[in-house]
């Protein structure tokens, strides 16, 4: 079972930036009548979202607008940084590593650990466990978690089963290696007969790029996609989310022996409303301990998680201590649930670029 415990690294603070671009659902034709759009909008919990239509950026520009901020204002100098991980499924290129890039630009040392990890709406709790495994030995003190999507130029704006409801972003966790900071414990899993519920079929090396993968098909009445846009399976991302989430908590606290009265705020994969409403109401937790962004940024992927921190929590975490247990769920498909506490955490502002 992937139950990982990881001692002696202390979260020292997290950084968000986001596209200035900012849609509007209430103003988007695809979802049909106002009453239409009013009950999308009361279901998925999405009103706004920022994006990266019209402009050149990429998910590594927001990520590196977030980690230069964070940076600054820890007073950490770049050269201090050991380890540096990217993790995201909207990469520069194919190949190199856009974390080795990312190192470049931030200034980091040559001697500075970079990978990157493919992974999406789970991707900041698998991010979190790998970067915190390497620095709990001590050999790196301080690391730099980036995670991000711009997922919205993979959705087709004539799908209404995406394209409302993702928004982009990129996020910058700082860690330091700190003896007695206490623990990081981790619930992690993966069901990867799932793989084709959340996909872009081409592009890839299994279904290399080709004359008809930009040939748009109507998928559903009124529904269009090529195969170099995501196909997301609705109903079974949904049964999988709120089957997989609810166990992953429970397990990680019957495992590390806490209950839910030990937790301040439980931070969901920001999905859907409905969804994470269903998954709040089998773990039974109050709606005053689980914040949401959805309505300002959308599903953001890999972000939505320290998006979320920062944006609906920032001003409470950056004072005193606490306790937090974040869940993510979706592409893979996989899921990760970890506990961890926070002391006087630097959150700024959400920025724009």
């Given at each position: 079972?992937?139950i990982v415990q990881?001692?002696?690294v ?5 950084a968000?930036?986001?596209?200035k ?17 009013e009950r999308?909008?009361?279901t998925?919990g999405v009103?706004y ?5 019209g402009?050149n950026l990429?998910t590594?520009d927001l990520c590196f607008?977030?980690a230069?901020?964070l940076?600054?204002?820890l ?5 201090e940084?050991?380890c540096l991980?990217?993790v995201?499924q ?7 590593a856009?974390a080795?890039?990312?190192q470049?630009h931030l200034?980091l040392?040559i001697d ?8 999406g709406?789970?991707g900041?709790?698998?991010g979190?466990?790998t ?8 050999s790196?003190?301080?690391g730099?978690?980036l995670?991000g999507d ?6 087709s ?6 394209y409302p409801?993702?928004?982009?972003a990129g996020t ?11 623990s990081?414990m981790?619930?992690m899993g993966?069901?990867?007969k799932g793989f084709?519920a959340?996909i ?5 090396f299994r279904?290399?790029y ?5 040939v748009e098909?109507?998928?559903e009445?009124g529904m ?5 846009q995501?196909?997301l399976n609705?109903p079974a ?7 997989k989430?609810?166990r992953?908590?429970?397990?990680l606290?019957?495992h ?5 009265d030990e937790?301040?705020?439980f931070v969901?994969h920001?999905?859907?409303l409905?969804m ?5 109401s089998?773990?039974?937790?109050e ?5 949401y ?6 599903n953001?992927?890999?972000a939505?998680?320290?998006?979320t921190i ?7 975490l ?5 306790r937090l247990?974040a869940?993510a769920?979706?592409v893979?498909l996989?899921?990760a649930?970890?506990v961890?506490d926070t002391?006087?955490?630097?959150c ?6």
């Amino acid at each position: 079972m992937a139950i990982v415990q990881c001692n002696n690294v202390s979260m020292k603070g997290i950084a968000a930036c986001v596209p200035k671009h900012r849609e509007d659902n209430k103003f988007l034709p695809l979802l049909g009548s106002t009453a239409d759009v009013e009950r999308f909008i009361e279901t998925t919990g999405v009103e706004y979202r920022h994006t990266v239509q019209g402009s050149n950026l990429c998910t590594s520009d927001l990520c590196f607008e977030a980690a230069a901020l964070l940076l600054q204002k820890l007073n950490w100098h770049n050269d201090e940084i050991d380890c540096l991980i990217f993790v995201s499924q909207t990469p520069d290129y194919i190949l190199p590593a856009t974390a080795c890039i990312l190192q470049h630009h931030l200034g980091l040392s040559i001697d500075c650990f970079a990978m990157d990890i493919s992974l999406g709406c789970s991707g900041w709790v698998y991010g979190l466990s790998t970067i915190a495994s390497l620095m709990a030995s001590g050999s790196m003190k301080k690391g730099l978690l980036l995670t991000g999507d711009t997922t919205t130029v993979t959705k087709s704006p004539r799908d209404k089963s995406t394209y409302p409801l993702f928004g982009d972003a990129g996020t910058a966790t700082a860690l330091e290696y700190a003896e007695g900071s206490g623990s990081m414990m981790f619930q992690m899993g993966t069901d990867g007969k799932g793989f084709d519920a959340i996909i872009i079929p081409d592009g890839g090396f299994r279904n290399f790029y080709n004359e008809h993968s930009l040939v748009e098909e109507e998928v559903e009445p009124g529904m269009y996609r090529n195969h170099l846009q995501s196909i997301l399976n609705g109903p079974a991302v949904f049964t999988f989310g709120i089957t997989k989430a609810p166990r992953s908590v429970n397990t990680l606290l019957e495992h590390f022996h806490l209950s839910k009265d030990e937790i301040d705020y439980f931070v969901f994969h920001q999905a859907n409303l409905i969804m994470n409403e269903k998954i709040r109401s089998k773990l039974k937790i109050e709606s005053s301990k689980v914040p949401y962004s959805l309505r300002e940024y959308g599903n953001t992927s890999s972000a939505s998680i320290p998006l979320t921190i920062v944006s609906e929590l920032g001003s409470v975490l950056n004072k005193g201590n606490h306790r937090l247990l974040a869940s993510a769920f979706g592409v893979g498909l996989s899921w990760a649930s970890v506990v961890f506490d926070t002391s006087d955490l630097v959150c700024p502002d959400v920025i724009m670029l």
